[in-house]
């Protein structure tokens, strides 16, 4: 049936309350575990003092969010300042020195970006990025597909498998808070963006692209430690984009942008002083005396706040590449508007990325299951080894791939006859309503086999176990319920989305003088 399939308005209603309901409840328990187990030894080094104003300490145990937004932030803000700063200098400059400064400024762009990369990691980092970067720009020439991939994803090995990263990482002297991150960061996202290159190039039916577009494009700064991934074609076209016109409010809607991400991140300091939802599954024991609500919560609210932080640190530097006059890729689709495989995804570059070179590439249209079973096997062979091989990335992976293809398995089999008699013959109201509650029941396939990657395997088990055997039926049925109403105003909006979608402006219509 049809996305454009409505349902009344009272019954909308009356799901709102029942989430809202649910999402208190479920929230008083873990309110309740943080505040009484605040003294806990476990909590020792992962709950520190927190601000002074709320006489509470704070869960701090997630690196990158203390890294981005606390310890390192000026440094960070420094560097992506310093870019905005340096481009809007040589703007100015530029006409009164006789040089197109639209023209030149992927340029710019890379000149301060290799600078900053050189000054702050050193020449033996910047000499081993230039030289992934040569030996994928010369496989690029080739123009044969299979050969990058097995040059690009040979190089990814060397920085992902032992003993080959460990000597790599010593080539790089010094040693500084930031240093690991910044170099599996820095050569890690180059070599992806070295592949696109060279996959593009293969594209380009006249000649070849310069190895100075490359390093126009691997040397972006506000991609190149962090990403998000744009893909070559479309970096390419918009940084050579001459015509640099601001659309109405444009400048508006990045201040407002840049505020509201302020303002989030403000808002998780608060709201990591009563709810240490990361802290609190690392600690088994404490774990398991939860309740079946309070481990929902926990699951559930791990991969909200992942969103978050991933919303967050690319807004941030989405927010200066759009200064750029750039389109960057967007941050990921919460996991609250997710109840499907086949758009869960966490950094919508690296998606686009797989999508458009692997996925999409080998699936096709994606109706064909032999064809859907290589593309996303392929698929998540590369994201495993863009994460690095080891047994939990292995059963994440294995686990997702199964629920992408599994997804397709049940629309064949329902799309058969009896079933699809059955549906054609029921109101399009209700069809919306059955195909909520296997949606509901996806939706928490997807966050148990990805909680584990966030916390850990033992605390994915034990929420599955609780949930699907331990609590049923009274846990198992009232979460599915409260799922399903989740579900149910999801696809409300979609709905919403797809009649706007559909709805053409209105042309003025010009009348003519009376002469």
């Known amino acids: 049936m049809g996305i454009k399939a409505a349902l009344p308005r009272y019954e909308l209603y009356l799901y709102t309350a029942v989430l809202g309901v649910a999402v208190i409840w479920a929230g008083s328990w873990i309110l309740e575990a943080s505040s009484e187990n605040v003294s806990r030894k476990a909590f020792k080094e992962s709950v520190k003092p927190g601000w002074h104003y709320f006489g509470r300490k704070m869960d701090v145990a997630d690196f990158e969010w203390v890294m981005w937004f606390s310890t390192f932030r000026n440094h960070i803000l420094f560097a992506l300042m310093g870019h905005v700063i340096f481009a809007k200098i040589f703007s100015l400059l530029a006409p009164k020195i006789g040089i197109n400064g639209c023209k030149h400024r992927s340029l710019v762009f890379c000149v301060y970006g290799g600078l900053s990369v050189l000054v702050t990691m050193g020449w033996t980092f910047m000499a081993l990025v230039l030289s992934h970067c040569f030996v994928l720009y010369s496989v690029a020439r080739l123009k044969m597909k299979w050969l990058v991939f097995v040059g690009g994803l040979t190089t990814l090995a060397s920085i992902k498998l032992e003993p080959y990263n460990s000597w790599q990482e010593t080539l790089v002297t010094g040693s500084f808070d930031l240093q690991d991150i910044l170099f599996y960061g820095g050569i890690g996202f180059s070599i992806i963006r070295c592949m696109s290159f060279a996959l593009e ?225 029921m109101g399009e109201a209700m069809s919306r309503r059955i195909r909520g509650l296997f949606n509901a029941a996806n939706f928490w396939t997807i966050v148990l086999y990805n909680v584990l990657s966030l916390n850990s395997l033992e605390f994915a088990k034990l929420v599955g176990r609780r949930l699907i055997f331990k609590g049923f039926p009274l846990s198992s049925l009232s979460v599915l319920l409260v799922t399903y109403c989740g579900v149910q105003l999801v696809k409300e909006r979609e709905r919403q989305q797809a009649l706007l979608e559909e709805q053409e402006p209105v042309k003025p219509v010009d009348k003519e003088k009376e002469e």
Not at 266 to 274: N, Q
Not at 302 to 310: E, I, S
Not at 395 to 419: H, R
Request: net charge negative.
């Open 201 to 425: 190039n293969c594209e380009k039916k006249d000649g070849n692209f310069t190895f100075c577009d490359l390093l126009k494009y691997n040397f972006y700064l506000p991609f190149f430690f962090f990403g998000p991934i744009m893909t070559f074609d479309r970096f390419h076209a918009q940084v050579n984009n001459t015509q640099l016109i601001r659309k109405d409010c444009e400048l508006w809607n990045i201040t407002t942008k840049a505020l509201l991400h302020l303002g989030v991140i403000l808002m998780v300091d608060v709201f990591f002083h009563y709810l240490y939802i990361l802290t609190i599954p690392s600690d088994m024991k404490l774990v398991t005396k939860l309740s079946d609500w309070c481990l929902a919560g926990l699951a559930y609210s791990n991969l909200v706040y992942d969103w978050v932080k991933a919303a967050m640190m690319f807004g941030v530097i989405n927010t200066v590449s759009t200064l750029d006059h750039l389109d960057p890729p967007q941050p990921p689709k919460c996991i609250t508007m997710l109840y499907v495989f086949a758009e869960t995804h966490f950094d919508r570059g690296i998606n686009d990325w797989l999508c458009k070179y692997v996925y999409d590439y080998i699936g096709g249209d994606h109706d064909k299951i032999f064809k859907e079973l290589l593309a996303t096997f392929c698929t998540f062979a590369i994201t495993t080894l863009w994460l690095g091989p080891c047994e939990l990335v292995y059963i994440w992976s294995f686990f997702n791939c199964f629920g992408l293809n599994f997804e397709l398995w049940v629309a064949k089999f329902f799309s058969l006859p009896p079933f699809s008699t059955i549906e054609g013959l």
